[in-house]
């Protein structure tokens, strides 16, 4: 999509510190970490946020959900991890192209 920060970085347009990708997702570092390690987990395709996501995302999603673990633990974050997911101006959503943080710090 034009104009879409995270469609600029799956695209290339936009560099970003690329720890995960295959043909469904992309994730990269945070630029602005507020912990020690702070990912995000995006697909590929655009899609605004969860509230905008339909039945034809249960596929991706699943993927990108049974994905996080693993990326967590690539990451170091061996000892566990949380995952956050804003959705909307109201719950603190700046950047609208669906979006999972990963953050923790490594064990
Ligand atoms: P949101 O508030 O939409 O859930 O989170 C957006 C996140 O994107 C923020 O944590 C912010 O630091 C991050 N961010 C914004 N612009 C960029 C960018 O150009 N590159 C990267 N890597 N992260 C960004
Ligand atoms: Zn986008």
């Known amino acids: 999509m034009d104009n879409c920060l995270f469609c600029k ?3 290339k347009k936009i560099p ?8 469904n997702m992309l994730c990269f570092k945070d630029i602005n970490p507020s912990a020690p390690v702070h990912l995000l987990l995006i697909p590929k395709t655009h899609v605004d946020s969860l509230a905008h996501t339909q039945p034809k995302h249960e596929t991706l999603l699943g993927k990108m959900m049974l994905k996080v673990p693993q990326i967590a633990t690539d990451a170091g974050l061996t000892n ?12 603190g959503q700046e950047v609208f192209h669906l979006h999972i943080h990963i953050l923790g710090t490594p064990a």
Request: no cysteine; net charge negative.
């Open 9 to 11: 970085i799956v695209d």
């Open 16 to 23: 970003a510190s690329v720890v995960y990708e295959d043909e």
């Open 80 to 91: 566990g991890f949380k995952t956050k997911i804003n959705t909307g101006k109201g719950g």
